[in-house]
C-alpha cells in the first residue's frame, strides 16, 4: 500500500447507521454516494446492498467494480448493538487474589455512567449495571507485582490452572487477565496466557481467545483497564464474525484491496488488527475529521459538527482548526474504559425517534427510543405503529412522500397521519398538524440544548461558531436546532458525510504507556525528569508501531510521530494531556520546552491561576500518536450565477408552518440544480437524492462558490 498513500485511492467507505447504510465510492476522480436501509439482522446484507446500489449507478455490477477499488473503508455501530442486547458469550476473568470484586464495586458514582439527565435525577430507581462477568467468572490468582513492577509473590502455576479449570467448567468462552500492576510488568500475565494455550490448544474444541490488559491498555486505572479488556473480550465473537461475513463476501465478488476499520481515536487500521472497543462511535469520530478538513478550506476555524441520522444526534466540535478534544475515560454504554476516544456528545434523538404521551402527566416526549430500520416510521409502511419525527415531517408536508429516499421509498402520509392522531392529537385533545409541529418543536429544542450544553460547558459562545448540519435528518431539522449559531453550512454530501469523513481519514494508531516519574522537583523547581526512562518509553513505544505499520503494508518512512503527555502539578488532581514539542530529552532545555508547552495549555484551558509551580510537575502517561497522511480532495471554486433559482424551480407542495400558524402552498427546487450565487428566502423547501432541506419563513437560503448551501437569518 505504500505507493498508494501519495495519490487518490480508489476507495469505498461505508458507514452503518441504525436505520441506513451510506456508502461513498472515490472512483477515477469522481465520487458517487448510495444509501441502503441497514439490516440489523445481519449487517452485511445492508453492506452488500449498498455496494449493488452504487454499481448500478455507475450501470456495473460488483463483481466488476470490486477489483477496481484499492482500500474499503468501515465504521459500524455492532460493538454498541451487541452490548445493548446483552447477547456476548460467557467471559471467565483471571485477576490478582484478592481484587475479584473490583468490577463490581466499580467507581463510587458508576451508577452515573451513561444515563441520561432524567434518569440521574431519579436516583432511588438508579441502580448500579448488570455485571457483564458474575463473580462467579472471576477467579483470583496467587501473585503479586508491586507498583515499580517487582514481583513480591511468584505466580502459582498450579493455582492457575486449577482455577482455569473452573472457569472452562463454568462455560466460559473467552478470558480476560487483568493483574495488578501488569502495565508495569507483564511476566506474570503474559504466563497465565501461556498455561492457557498449554491447557486449550488452538486446535482443540476448548480453544478461547484470551485478552491481556496489559496488551489492551497499558495505563494506570484498575476499574477501567479492567474493563476495557473486558469489553474487547464480550464483543470480540459477534464482530468478528460479523465482519468476517462481510470481509468472505465481497472477497468472493473479486475485491482483494485492504480492508480497514474506523477507529475512535481519529484514524484507521487493518480490520483484523483492531481492538473491539477501538470501533466505538467511529461514525461520528468521521464526521468530525471530515469536518475539521473542510473546515479549513472555508476558512471556519469554529465549527459545530451535528449529525442527525434516524436513532441519533451526535455533536462534535472544531476549535481553532483543531480536534484534539478528548475523552480520557469514556463510557461505552454504561462502562468506563480507559481508552483515549476523540470527544463526542451523542443524544437518542433522530428522524427514528418515537413520540409518546405520558398517560399521567399528559406530556409529550420525543425519544430516546427509536423505530430504527425495522419497523422504522409508520409512514414507511412496514409495520410501524408508533408516531416518529420522520412522520411528523410527512404530516406537515415537508417530505416528498412520492420521491422519499432518491424515489426508492413510497411514504404512505395517511398511515403516519391516523399513528399521530390516535397517539399524540387525541390525548392532548389537539389537532394533527399542531401535534406534528409539537414533535418536531422538541425534537429540535432537545438537539439545540445538546449543542448549546456542549459549546458552553466548554467556555465558548455559539456565536463564534459555523454549524455543518449532515445525516439524513440534518438538514431537515437544522433550522430548528442551529438556535443561537448565526451559520448553517449543508453539503451536498450531508446524507452520507460521515462516510465522506471516513475517506479522507489518515492511517493513524495511538500507542499509550503509563510511566510515573517527577517531572519538575518541587520548592527548587529543578528539573529533574529521568531523561534515560523518558527517551526509552518513547523509543518502545515507536517500535511498537514501526512493526504494525510495515505488518500493514504502510511506508514507516511516511509516518509522523507525535507525543503527547499526560501530566500535573502537585497537590492536584486534574491531569491535563498536551503535544509535547519534544519526542526525545536530550537536554535540560528539552525539559524545559516541553515543562513550558505543559504550563501554556494548562493555563489556557483552566487559568493562569492553577499553575503551582512550587508544588513541582508530574509525569502520568506517554501517548504517542503515528499518522500516516493519505490523499485530501479539495473543495472546487464554480462559476457564479444570479440570485435567481428559477432553473431549480420543482413545482410546489402545501405545508404547515408553525412560525405563521398556517398551511401554505410552498416552493419546492431541486438542490443539485441549484447554482452557486443563488439566493431563496423561507417559507421554501430543497429536495435533495437522499435529505430534504426545510427553510422556515424567516430564513434565508443561499448557495456559496463551492455549490454548498449556507442559511442564515432572511433580511
Excluded at 487483568?178 to 486446535?203: G, P
Excluded at 464482530?239 to 468472493?252: F, G, H, N, V, Y
Aim: with cysteine; aromatic share 8%; proline share 5%.
Amino acid at each position: 500500500m505504500s505507493g498508494e498513500t501519495a495519490r487518490q485511492m480508489q476507495s469505498i467507505d461505508i458507514d452503518v447507521g441504525g436505520t441506513f447504510t451510506d456508502l461513498v465510492l472515490n472512483l477515477d476522480g469522481e465520487t458517487t454516494i448510495a444509501k441502503c436501509p441497514t439490516t440489523p439482522h445481519d449487517l452485511s446484507v445492508g453492506f452488500q446492498d449498498a455496494i449493488e446500489a452504487v454499481s448500478a449507478k455507475l450501470g456495473t455490477t460488483m463483481p466488476e467494480l470490486l477489483p477496481r477499488i484499492d482500500v474499503v473503508r468501515y465504521s459500524t455501530t455492532v460493538a454498541l448493538n451487541r452490548l445493548i442486547e446483552r447477547k456476548g458469550p460467557r467471559v471467565g476473568l483471571v485477576t490478582t487474589e484478592g481484587f475479584e470484586d473490583t468490577i463490581l464495586i466499580g467507581r463510587g458514582a458508576q451508577w452515573l455512567d451513561g444515563r441520561r439527565v432524567s434518569e440521574i435525577r431519579n436516583i432511588p430507581a438508579q441502580r448500579k449495571p448488570m455485571p457483564l462477568i458474575t463473580r462467579d467468572m472471576t477467579v483470583g490468582v496467587r501473585e503479586r507485582v508491586d507498583s515499580t513492577g517487582r514481583i513480591v509473590r511468584p505466580l502459582d502455576e498450579e493455582d492457575v490452572r486449577h482455577k482455569l479449570r473452573t472457569l472452562m467448567d463454568k462455560g466460559a468462552r473467552a478470558i480476560v487477565i487483568s493483574l495488578m500492576w501488569s502495565f508495569v510488568n507483564t511476566q506474570h500475565e503474559r504466563r497465565v496466557r501461556e498455561i492457557i494455550r498449554e491447557e486449550y490448544k488452538e486446535y482443540q474444541l476448548g480453544f478461547v481467545p484470551v485478552v491481556l490488559s496489559s496488551a489492551v491498555v497499558p495505563k494506570i486505572g484498575e476499574y477501567e483497564r479492567t474493563m476495557t479488556s473486558v469489553l474487547d473480550a464480550y464483543l470480540q465473537r459477534d464482530m468478528q464474525a460479523e465482519i468476517s461475513a462481510t470481509w468472505d463476501k465481497i472477497r468472493d465478488q473479486g475485491y482483494r484491496g485492504s480492508f480497514l476499520m474506523i477507529h475512535n481515536s481519529g484514524g484507521c487500521g487493518e480490520i483484523f488488527k483492531t481492538s473491539a472497543s477501538r470501533t466505538f462511535n467511529g461514525g461520528p469520530i468521521a464526521g468530525l475529521i471530515g469536518s475539521a478538513h473542510f473546515a479549513k478550506q472555508l476558512g471556519y476555524k469554529n465549527v459545530i459538527a451535528g449529525d442527525v441520522g434516524g436513532t441519533s444526534f451526535d455533536v462534535a466540535l472544531v476549535v481553532e482548526s483543531g480536534v484534539r478534544n478528548y475523552d480520557f475515560k469514556p463510557v461505552i454504554d454504561t462502562w468506563m474504559v480507559n481508552m483515549t476516544m476523540m470527544q463526542t456528545l451523542s443524544i437518542g434523538a433522530g428522524g427514528g425517534s418515537i413520540a409518546a404521551v405520558d398517560p399521567v402527566t399528559k406530556r409529550l416526549t420525543v425519544g430516546p427510543r427509536s423505530a430504527g430500520s425495522m419497523p422504522g416510521p409508520v409512514c414507511y409502511n412496514q409495520g410501524g405503529t408508533e408516531p416518529t419525527v420522520t412522520d411528523a415531517d410527512v404530516v406537515l408536508g415537508y417530505m416528498n412522500p412520492g420521491n422519499y429516499f432518491g424515489g426508492k421509498m413510497k411514504l404512505s402520509v395517511r398511515k403516519a397521519e391516523r399513528a399521530i392522531r390516535d397517539k399524540i392529537a387525541e390525548p392532548l385533545g389537539i389537532s394533527v398538524l399542531a401535534a406534528a409541529a409539537q414533535i418536531r418543536r422538541i425534537i429540535d429544542e432537545s438537539m439545540a440544548s445538546a449543542i448549546k450544553r456542549e459549546v458552553h460547558m466548554r467556555g465558548f459562545r455559539p456565536d463564534d461558531f459555523v454549524l455543518f448540519a449532515f445525516g439524513g435528518a440534518g438538514p431537515t431539522h437544522v433550522s430548528g436546532f442551529k438556535a443561537d449559531v448565526p451559520r448553517a453550512v449543508i453539503f451536498p454530501s450531508a446524507p452520507v458525510f460521515c462516510a465522506v469523513g471516513s475517506s479522507i481519514m489518515d492511517f493513524v494508531h495511538m500507542y499509550e504507556q503509563s510511566r510515573r516519574m517527577m517531572f519538575m522537583e518541587p520548592k527548587t523547581e529543578n528539573f529533574v525528569a529521568d531523561r534515560e526512562q523518558f527517551n526509552t518509553t518513547v523509543e518502545a513505544l515507536m517500535e511498537k508501531a514501526r512493526g504494525e505499520l510495515m505488518a500493514e503494508g504502510l511506508p514507516v518512512a511516511d509516518a509522523i510521530f507525535s507525543l503527547e503527555l499526560d501530566m500535573l502539578y502537585g497537590g492536584q488532581v486534574q491531569v491535563k494531556r498536551f503535544a509535547s514539542p519534544r519526542v526525545r530529552l536530550d537536554s535540560e532545555d528539552d525539559a524545559r520546552v516541553v515543562y513550558e508547552a505543559f504550563e501554556a495549555e494548562i493555563s489556557d484551558a483552566y487559568s493562569p491561576l492553577v499553575v503551582n509551580r512550587p508544588g513541582g510537575a508530574f509525569l502520568d502517561n506517554f501517548v504517542l500518536r503515528v499518522t500516516v497522511p493519505t490523499h485530501k480532495p479539495q473543495l472546487v471554486e464554480r462559476e457564479m450565477a444570479g440570485a435567481d433559482p428559477v432553473a431549480a424551480a420543482n413545482g410546489s407542495r402545501e405545508a404547515f408552518w408553525p412560525e405563521t400558524g398556517e398551511s401554505v402552498d410552498t416552493p419546492i427546487y431541486t438542490f443539485e440544480k441549484l447554482e452557486p450565487g443563488n439566493v431563496i428566502d423561507g417559507p421554501v423547501i430543497i429536495e435533495a437524492e437522499f435529505t430534504t432541506i426545510v427553510v422556515p419563513p424567516g430564513q434565508r437560503f443561499s448557495i456559496d462558490k463551492h455549490g454548498l448551501g449556507v442559511m442564515e437569518a432572511g433580511a
